[in-house]
């Protein structure tokens, strides 16, 4: 994700980091160049373009920017969704912790014992989720914070986030065998396992349910038909203008086809994706303090205006 303050009126015009020029400068610099070839003719052999209306290419690029614009929301309403999923892994992080700390009962050794297992579970669920998104290896995160009796049936799960919740129950359980809390209390505990189990679920989804390809496609050859055929409808009337005029509608309509696209699966590690690292770390640091230890590891600060 980027992060930086709001840079003046020069800067953001030649601002790189965090943009799409990267992505779609070859589209952008084809059509620039199609339109000053078109130009070029068109002023050197007046006769040999027809002269066309450009009230095709207005109703034309009216629509293009619907098709664009709604584009454009259903994948931002993606990433904000992942978001707000991730700041709710947050609240039910904090508050399972301090229902953990404040009712199971730390006066035996048994009890602190259990409080450290689900609070380290806590934490390796974060990480395991945020590998599981971006298809990373989870271990170094997620074998420190793991008893080693439970490695190997770790290494054999096939949703590794989904079965560090099923520990977590485990743990719950116990907590009721030994009476460490009362009943009640393990039922508002496992009510937090439920929500984490919803984020879970939900981000799954985002990350499997791509926005339907045939409309993706519509868009696309949309987009590039329309550039293509626009320096036609705009040199008889914009002459040697027509170049820029068709650069900066190129890189508009490019420009959110492509943010679009960047977007649509906000968990990956692209400028503007989601900073699930920097929100994990804070999950970490956050329980690990609740827990009274004193060895915590470093925030994650921007690097470039970028936070992972």
């Known amino acids: 994700m980027i992060i930086r303050q709001t840079p003046n009126a020069f800067k953001i015009l030649f601002t790189l980091r965090g943009s799409v020029i990267p992505h779609i400068y070859p589209q952008v610099l084809l059509i620039t160049l199609l339109s000053a070839l078109i130009s070029a003719v068109q002023h050197w052999i007046p006769s040999y373009f027809s002269s066309y209306s450009t009230a095709p290419f207005t109703l034309l690029g ?28 947050v609240f039910d992080s904090r ?20 409080q450290r297992r689900i609070i380290h579970l806590n934490i390796a669920f974060t990480h395991a989720l945020r590998h599981r998104l971006r298809g990373s290896s989870p271990w170094e995160d997620v074998d420190r914070l793991v008893d080693v009796e439970y490695h190997d049936s770790m290494r054999q799960a096939r949703n590794l986030p989904e079965y560090l919740l099923r520990l977590m129950g485990k743990q719950l359980s116990h907590c009721r065998r030994q009476q460490l809390t009362s009943d ?44 293509f055929m626009l320096p036609f409808g705009l040199a008889t009337s914009l002459g040697w203008v027509t170049p820029l005029i068709c650069g900066v509608i ?15 699966d906000p968990f990956g590690v692209a400028a503007n994706h989601l900073p699930l690292t920097t929100i994990s770390r804070t999950i970490e640091i956050n329980l690990l303090e609740a827990l009274g230890e004193s060895e915590l590891p470093p925030d994650i600060v921007p690097i470039k205006g970028y936070l992972q």
């Open 95 to 114: 508050s399972l912790t301090r229902q953990v700390l404040s009712f199971i009962d730390e006066e035996t050794e048994t009890g602190r014992d259990t």
């Open 184 to 227: 009640l209390m393990i039922q508002n505990m496992d009510e937090r396992l439920t929500s984490m189990t919803i984020v879970l679920a939900a981000c799954e989804r985002i990350h499997s349910t791509p926005l339907p390809f045939a409309y993706i496609l519509l868009v696309h050859r949309t987009t590039y038909l329309y550039c």
């Open 250 to 264: 190129a890189y508009t309509f490019f420009g959110l086809d492509a943010l679009s696209e960047e977007i649509t």
């Open 62 to 89: 009216i629509a293009l920017s619907l098709f664009l614009g709604f584009r454009n929301n259903a994948s931002y309403q993606r990433w904000w969704e992942g978001r707000c999923l991730w700041g709710q892994l």
